[in-house]
């Protein structure tokens, strides 16, 4: 009987990190066009005012625009490698009550789901005032660039979810706690 609802679990674990990995390939691809439109927009901007000097208005703005997406689109990518920032008030493996140990490795991940929830809802609520607003030289409807607030904040909740998953079912180390290992040797 528990077997079989151990199994289930792993079940589930298995197919949520399938839906996880291909978000976070769709996310990565995402935020290498993003960048390699930011780089474009950056390059024109700086030959057109200083090789031609004609700037093209709409560069800055636009590179703005771009640089929130790929800001947005890095953190939470981050957030699902463990290469965000954090700060470690001790060391995990000191402490060898293994349900204790669990909880206080899910302390950061429930941290940045209350983020990320506030990220989801003060976005949305950019998103929705900004509807009707265009940017002044590139005419962007800003509820286009917002969007990507909220978008950025649910990709955090999935990756800090199936963190805390993984804590619960495996009690793998999370992977800056192998990273810190490799450091210290």
Request: net charge positive; glycine share 4%; proline share 2%.
């Amino acid at each position: 009987m528990n077997k079989g609802i151990s199994t289930r679990t792993s079940k589930v674990f298995d197919n949520f990190t399938i839906v996880r990995d291909f978000v976070f390939r769709i996310q990565g691809w995402v935020g290498i066009l993003l960048f390699a439109a930011l780089t474009s927009v950056i390059t024109l901007q700086v030959s057109s005012r200083y090789i031609f000097h004609n700037p093209v208005l709409w560069t800055e703005e636009v590179a703005r625009y771009l640089f929130l997406w790929v800001v947005m689109m890095g953190s939470a990518l981050s957030v699902k490698t463990e290469r965000h920032f954090a700060i470690e008030f001790f060391d995990y493996d000191k402490v060898h009550n293994i349900p204790l140990r669990k909880m206080l490795r899910m302390v950061p991940h429930l941290a940045f789901i209350t983020l990320a929830l506030i990220m989801v809802i003060t976005g949305s609520q950019y998103v929705e005032m900004s509807k009707l607003r265009l940017g002044q030289m590139a005419r962007i409807n800003l509820k286009y660039i917002f969007v990507s607030i909220p978008i950025s904040g649910v990709t955090m909740i999935l990756y800090c979810l199936h963190h805390i998953m993984r804590i619960v079912l495996k009690d793998e180390k999370t992977q800056s706690d192998v990273d810190m290992k490799t450091r210290e040797s």
